[in-house]
């Protein structure tokens, strides 16, 4: 079964969207879009597919989340209010807690979407590479094995060639969807579908741009 990303025209690249109970990867550098791709995978599997998302944020504020939201001209406060979205701040340093709350949230049994935005913040306070390993695995898995379609976000630093910050995660994902910032292009903006397991997917560059209603991939 396929779950729609609510991303305009990106599921016609991928079979439908995002397989069902995967993980998935959304990542790029500073500006790239990757804040709102996640809020309109969780927005629109709301308000047009009917399927509660909950958003953890590690880098950023609900208050902002809200605010990007209502920019794009997006409601999000209506979705929390009626009980079909839910935003949590979480520290970043305490992984370990995300990790038993995935079982016992209530927010968490009940979404069938969820967005941890960003990764590399938890990166960024677990130095040892095995930690970082060996509690993501534990968090994706129990998220797999509930059902849940996770999207999974990561900041790649300026000058590295890795996929992520610690060049970790990339290796525990079912999909990965690398977003580009090009200024000197006639759009801005790129997205490349880098893998995706059981899916016969593009493997072409496609230009995006993000106006009313989010993010939409161009045709060219």
């Known amino acids: 079964?396929?779950?729609?990303?609510?991303?305009?025209?990106?599921?016609?690249?991928?079979?439908?969207?995002?397989?069902?109970?995967?993980?998935?990867?959304?990542?790029?550098?500073?500006?790239?879009?990757?804040?709102?791709?996640?809020?309109?995978?969780?927005?629109?599997?709301?308000?047009?597919?009917?399927?509660?998302?909950?958003?953890?944020?590690?880098?950023?504020?609900?208050?902002n989340i809200r605010k990007q939201a209502t920019k794009i001209g997006w409601d999000m406060e209506a979705l929390e209010k009626s009980g079909s979205v839910k935003?949590?701040?979480?520290?970043?340093?305490?992984?370990?807690?995300?990790?038993?709350?995935?079982?016992?949230?209530?927010?968490?049994?009940q979404a069938k979407r969820i967005v941890i935005d960003s990764i590399s913040m938890f990166e960024l306070y677990v130095q040892e590479p095995y930690k970082i390993r060996k509690n993501l695995f534990a968090v994706?898995?129990?998220?797999?094995?509930?059902?849940?379609?996770?999207?999974?976000?990561?900041?790649?630093?300026?000058?590295?060639k890795n996929l992520s910050r610690t060049g970790v995660i990339e290796f525990m994902v079912d999909s990965i969807v690398i977003l580009q910032f090009m200024g000197i292009a006639k759009y801005k903006r790129s997205l490349a579908i880098r893998k995706m397991r059981v899916t016969n997917h593009s493997s072409d560059?496609?230009?995006?741009?993000?106006?009313?209603?989010?993010?939409?991939i161009m045709r060219i």
């Open 140 to 160: 994706l898995q129990k998220l797999r094995d509930m059902g849940k379609t996770v999207l999974v976000v990561a900041e790649i630093p300026e000058e590295s």
């Open 1 to 63: 079964m396929r779950i729609p990303t609510g991303i305009t025209g990106l599921d016609d690249l991928m079979e439908g969207g995002f397989d069902e109970s995967s993980i998935n990867l959304v990542t790029g550098k500073t500006g790239t879009g990757k804040s709102i791709f996640s809020s309109q995978f969780i927005y629109m599997g709301a308000k047009k597919y009917n399927e509660k998302g909950l958003y953890i944020t590690a880098g950023d504020t609900a208050k």
């Open 87 to 109: 935003i949590v701040e979480v520290e970043p340093y305490d992984i370990e807690k995300l990790l038993e709350n995935v079982s016992i949230s209530k927010e968490m049994t």
């Open 205 to 216: 560059i496609h230009p995006f741009v993000i106006g009313d209603n989010g993010i939409k």
